[in-house]
């Protein structure tokens, strides 16, 4: 049974920065590209980033490009964002997700939340003014 957990979140004063962690079980990690989306009440599932199996390759949503960082480390298969710059209007609820990839890239389509295979419950991330 794959279990995907995402941990990190908390509460955070504008400008500041989170790191947020995601680990899995049940699954190889490194076979997977990983995602990170966001959803804020009442909004739709914003695409955040995708980082390739190696890491070698990254994107990155508009609204987040420059101010989050995505890593993995597949030694002890984890992935990371880190959250620097941090704006009200970055609250939600952050989650990561696994696509499994038989390359070393993201999908062409690794902002549309139905190409991810697994998702874990998520982590909030609550920013204020």
């Known amino acids: 049974q794959v279990q995907v957990v995402e941990s990190g979140g908390g509460l955070v004063q504008a400008e500041g920065s989170l790191r947020l962690s995601c680990t899995a079980s049940?699954?190889?990690?490194?076979?997977?590209?990983w995602g990170w989306f966001r959803q804020a009440p009442g909004k739709e599932r914003e695409a955040l980033s995708c980082?390739?199996?190696?890491?070698?390759?990254?994107y990155y949503g508009d609204s987040v490009k420059g101010r989050f960082t995505v890593s993995r480390d597949n030694a002890g298969n984890t992935l990371y964002l880190q959250l620097n710059s941090l704006k009200p209007e970055d609250t939600a609820m952050y989650y990561c997700?696994?696509?499994?990839?038989?390359?070393?890239?993201?999908?062409?389509?690794?902002?549309?939340?139905?190409?991810?295979?697994?998702w874990g419950q998520g982590t909030q991330v609550t920013v204020s003014s």
């Open positions: 997700a696994a696509d499994r990839r038989f390359s070393d890239s993201c999908s062409d389509s690794w902002y549309r939340w139905d190409v991810y295979d697994y």
């Open positions: 049940g699954l190889t990690f490194v076979d997977n590209a």
């Open positions: 980082i390739s199996r190696s890491g070698r390759t990254t």
